[in-house]
């Protein structure tokens, strides 16, 4: 005999695919907003590992990742080369300015591009360094995924137009360089960066030299690079707890929706749970057919949240540069919001079912 569950789909295909959609919903919400968390954080990570200075010398408040300001005078430069045990110290401004298409933010930094490639072991593969107050180099990836090469034109701070002139590898930092004097005239900032990259002669000594710059330059910050550039939920102050909070609501979105449509299904079907109690249909059948049929349509639209997430995550990237990665964990997570809401959903209609007169079902008009 034909499942009465599908049967019941079968027959009324809007109102399946309307629950569907709000079980769909529920998975995108925790994909999308998880997977783009995930993503940026990992790789602000590893374009971060990639800085191979030891130090981080600023100002104290000026290596947060969202910082944007630049009140250290770039004199700084000359002292810290001066003292015995540091290599290189390299000058920076970064800068968060709004995504290229209005949408999201972009870290732009400011360096001499030729003590800055040597420090972290760059080079060009396109193109040579920026030089003009309007012209940029940007990484391999951010060529590849905005489809950007040499001679295209980026619009930074706001809307003013830079020419990419090169392209450079290994990815380290900001995706987008222009040259320190470039990045002082457009913040209008003369003599001033966020911070000095410090590389030392021997990387091992970095918390005996870190102690020595603190005495030789007193009133500074002075902290390990590998301790600034945290993971971008670190970064954010409680976004852990939304991300939390938007997979409740999500958990409540899949189960109100799928609690409507069944609902308002077992009142269209009063007059055929009459038919099956008279015929003998014990509850716990009722209970079952009902249950399987939300089970369904959360199964439904848990596979299609995840086809819709993948694609969208896959356009925003594509369109707009951010990156997602998606974990089994945060996956498993937003099936189980998916199917779940919708099987709770299910419960108190299904119970009102159960309980309904077999007489009083068969006389309901």
């Known amino acids: 005999m034909d499942s009465l569950a599908a049967a019941n789909v079968r027959q009324r295909p809007v109102r399946a695919l309307v629950s569907a959609a709000g079980v769909a919903l529920g998975v995108c919400l925790v994909m999308l907003f998880t997977g783009l968390a995930r993503g940026m954080s990992n790789d602000l990570q590893r374009r971060s590992s990639n800085l191979r200075a030891e130090i981080i010398f600023t100002r104290p408040g000026s290596t947060e990742m969202m910082s944007s300001g630049a009140n250290l005078d770039t004199r700084y430069e000359d002292e810290l080369k001066k003292i015995a045990g540091v290599r290189l110290a390299v000058p920076a401004i970064r800068y968060i300015s709004q995504g290229g298409r209005g949408f999201g933010f972009e870290q732009v930094e400011g360096v001499d591009w030729r003590p800055f490639a040597e420090m972290n072991g760059m080079s060009l593969v396109e193109g040579r360094a920026p030089e003009g107050v309007n012209e940029v180099v940007i990484d391999e990836t951010k060529s590849r995924n905005n489809d950007l090469r040499v001679g295209s034109t980026l619009k930074l701070f706001g809307d003013q137009p830079y020419t990419v002139v090169g392209v450079y590898t290994p990815e380290a930092g900001p995706r987008i360089k222009m040259s320190l004097a470039a990045m002082q005239d457009a913040l209008e900032a003369p003599g001033k960066c966020t911070w000095i990259y410090v590389k030392l002669d021997n990387p091992a000594e970095e918390v005996a030299m ?146 309904l007169d077999a007489v009083s079902a068969l006389s309901y008009d």
């Open 210 to 355: 870190a102690r020595r710059l603190d005495v030789a330059l007193p009133g500074n910050k002075i902290q390990f690079t590998r301790e600034v550039f945290r993971g971008f939920e670190e970064s954010i102050p409680y976004l852990g707890t939304f991300l939390r909070t938007l997979v409740g609501l999500s958990a409540v979105v899949s189960g109100l929706v799928v609690m409507l449509a069944m609902y308002t299904t077992i009142t269209e079907r009063t007059r055929e749970i009459g038919i099956l109690k008279a015929l003998g249909a014990s509850r716990r059948y009722i209970v079952g057919e009902i249950e399987k049929e939300a089970m369904l349509i959360s199964v439904c639209g848990v596979a299609a949240g995840f086809a819709v997430s993948f694609l969208a995550g896959y356009l925003i990237q594509r369109a707009y540069g951010l990156q997602f990665e998606y974990s089994w964990a945060w996956g498993l997570t937003a099936a189980l919001i998916g199917l779940l809401g919708g099987v709770l959903g299910a419960l108190y209609p299904a119970a009102r079912a159960a309980n």
